[in-house]
């Protein structure tokens, strides 16, 4: 372990990961009072729409300035599932450049990439000069679901610690700003928006089996993400914990300290004029084809 890495509780997670019968007294209870009682009261809408386009106006200045100091920017997205990750990225990448930008969500190994090096597919997409990309997800899956679930054996999983901080210092060395963030949310919360993803049709594809395991092991992720802190929190790339109970508060706050990570200024931009000619009038429209005309139902 890192010398200067966080002192936190030390922990150890079962030798064999076997799945925890859920508390089915406590779920009981848990349903029976979000069924009674709405959710916390959010921020104010207009609070909240006020502060984020302020902060997404300096999030394309923080672009430019990425851009044109051919910078290169790395930000890792990590939480239980129903955290509020995508949602933050969403909201980061709204109103930027989309040439200047990339989200990394890589889907489950291939059986090619399960025989590469760990990191290997991860460091296929890390930014070039003047390139931000988000990770929604990264290697840390490895100290998260494949380490609960069995999806690595016990030498990959303490091979992974002790080799990721090393791994993290290459990419700092190498010039890039490495920025990690965990969205922390509490069970009841967790059930809460896991609930509403399954009455809601269009967010019923974000709901899997995997999620409903997170549910049985709550406490085991709990665990292991108290060793993956202990272990790769460190100097050169330390973790910034986003309290993500309330959605509207975490974005707002996350994209606030992601500002804070580049020093940046707003870059002049050259003024675009334009003609005389094109102000005064132009060509006039010409009828469409009837018959490819979209029909007008709205």
């Keep these: 372990m890192p010398s200067n890495a966080l002192t936190l509780k030390r922990a150890t997670l079962p030798a064999q990961a076997s799945v925890a019968p859920i508390d089915q ?12 009682n709405q959710a916390p009261v959010p921020m104010a809408h207009a609070v909240y729409a006020r502060e984020l386009f302020h902060l997404q106006s300096e ?22 599932d129903a955290a509020g990750k995508g949602g933050a990225i969403k909201r980061i990448v709204q109103r930027l450049n989309p040439r200047l930008y990339r989200i990394a969500a890589l889907a489950s190994p291939s059986e090619r990439e399960r025989r590469q090096w760990y990191f290997q597919r991860y460091a ?8 931000i990309v988000l990770f929604d997800r990264s290697w840390y899956n490895r100290a998260g679901v494949e380490r609960i679930m069995g999806f690595c054996t016990e030498e990959e999983y303490r091979e992974f610690l002790e080799t990721v901080p090393e791994f993290e210092r290459m990419l700092v060395r190498s010039g890039i700003v490495l920025v990690k963030y965990w969205f922390s949310i ?11 993803r399954a009455g809601n049709p269009v967010k019923q594809w974000k709901l899997s089996p995997m999620d409903v395991q997170s549910l049985h092991r709550f406490d085991d992720y709990t665990q292991a993400k108290e060793i993956m802190l202990q272990h ?6 330390p973790w910034w914990i986003v309290d993500a109970v309330d959605k509207r ?11 804070g990570q580049v020093p940046y200024r707003e870059l002049p931009r050259r003024e675009i004029v334009l003609p005389e000619e094109l102000l005064g009038g132009g060509p006039q429209r010409q009828a469409c084809w009837a018959a490819l005309q979209v029909p ?3």
């Design 124 to 131: 296929a997409h890390l930014p070039a000069g003047g390139e």
């Design 296 to 298: 007008e139902v709205y």
């Design 186 to 196: 509490t069970y009841e919360e967790q059930l809460r928006r896991l609930k509403a």
């Design 232 to 237: 790769t929190h460190t100097a050169h790339a």
């Design 249 to 259: 508060k975490a974005r707002l706050n996350c994209i606030r300290h992601l500002l």
């Design 25 to 36: 007294a406590r779920l009981a209870k848990l349903v029976r009072e979000l069924a009674e």
């Design 59 to 80: 999030l394309v200045k923080l672009q430019h300035w990425v851009h044109r100091n051919k910078l290169k920017v790395a930000v890792l997205f990590e939480g239980r």
